[in-house]
């Protein structure tokens, strides 16, 4: 167990909808982070968010939006959804720099997105 | 831009035996992390090592160790005795050590043993 939770982990939905993922990073960390796996493909890094603040931003399409709220947690948005957005969408967390960042981060289960 | 390439998309191997993952990576870069993730078929993605880049000697753990040729850029996984739970997807990842912390992934190689 990672310490990272996220939900839900499967959800299915009809195209032109819009669907919230949710994800707990681990007590004490303050960095989370966004990637989205399509079918046998790698991690595509999609966000990044340290203590509320957006840190880094990757190839997030313009229907997609995250935050990230004051008890650290944080939701991944996607709206007007297409079939090709049909992925694995995970959630992970890292330890800051300042508290000993080791490169490592920490990911959970993820959250099966299919679109119909 | 960091890359990183792996170039076997799928291997496989008899149990108990030696098998060796390919990575190479680009960056300009000087002070970085290099890293093997594991994704079993329960799709969690696990750490299997971790290399700094300063660091001249070789990662291991347990019956996994690392190749890291830093003027080559690249940097495989070696895993000895090989055991019916390794297979999995095996996905390369890099990091800088300064500035954003985000990794930066491979496309992965399946890896099957065989019993």
């Known amino acids: 167990d990672s310490g990272v939770t996220q939900t839900p982990k499967h959800l299915i939905t009809a195209t032109g909808q819009r669907v919230t993922l949710r994800c707990s990073p681990r007590?004490?960390?303050?960095?989370v982070y966004w990637y989205q796996q399509s079918l046998d493909q790698g991690l595509q890094f999609l966000i990044q968010y340290y203590n509320g603040e957006e840190r880094a931003k990757g190839n997030i399409l313009e229907r997609f939006s995250a935050q990230q709220f004051p008890d650290l947690h944080s939701e991944l948005n996607l709206s007007s959804l297409e079939l090709g957005d049909s992925a694995l969408y995970f959630c992970?967390?890292?330890?800051?720099?300042?508290?000993?960042?080791?490169?490592?981060?920490?990911f959970g289960e993820g959250s099966r997105l299919t679109v119909l | 831009a960091q890359t990183v390439t792996q170039s076997q998309p799928e291997m496989s191997v008899q149990e108990a035996e030696t098998v060796t993952l390919s990575c190479t990576y680009d960056?300009?870069?000087?002070?970085?992390?290099l890293f093997w993730y594991k994704q079993p078929p329960s799709r969690q993605m696990i750490l299997v090592i971790r290399?700094?880049?300063?660091?001249?000697q070789n990662a291991t753990e347990n019956r996994f160790s690392v190749n890291f040729q830093k003027a080559a850029k690249s940097f495989s996984l070696k895993i000895s005795d090989s055991q019916l739970g390794d297979t999995a997807m095996y996905f390369c990842a890099f990091t800088q050590l300064f500035g954003n912390e985000k990794l930066t992934f491979g496309t992965g190689t399946r890896l099957t043993i065989i019993p």
């Open positions: 992970a967390s890292s330890v800051s720099l300042d508290r000993g960042f080791t490169g490592e981060l920490f």
């Open positions: 007590s004490g960390d303050l960095s």
């Open positions: 960056t300009s870069e000087s002070n970085y992390y």
């Open positions: 290399q700094e880049a300063y660091k001249q």
